[in-house]
């Protein structure tokens, strides 16, 4: 039995934010705050019928895109 949309989108922001740690060289504290201070989540939540189709790589990408948009820059 697959997974329901809840946990498949639990999964994908856990799977996203441990990428984008090893990715930025961040701690889970420092990579912890970033998500937070832009709703990293909220994002990929927003985002879910497109993210959850294509690969975290290509996710992470537009995430960092989002990023740039907010005026941060990894």
């Known amino acids: ?10 999964m994908l ?5 441990r990428l984008a740690q090893a990715r930025w060289d961040k ?7 970033i998500f937070n ?3 990293i989540n909220e994002y990929i939540k927003t985002c879910y019928e ?3 189709v294509q690969g975290d790589e ?3 990408i537009e ?9 941060f820059s990894i």
Do not use: P, W
């Not at 701690?27 to 705050?33: G, K, L, M, P, S």
């Not at 995430?63 to 005026?71: D, H, N, R, S, V």
């Open 13 to 17: 922001q856990v799977r996203l934010f």
């Open 27 to 33: 701690t889970v504290d420092e990579c912890e705050q």
């Open 50 to 52: 497109f993210f959850h």
């Open 37 to 39: 201070e832009y709703q």
């Open 63 to 71: 995430i960092e895109e989002y990023l740039k948009t907010k005026g």
């Open 58 to 60: 290509a996710d992470i």
């Open 1 to 10: 039995m697959g997974l329901n949309q809840s946990d498949d989108l639990f």
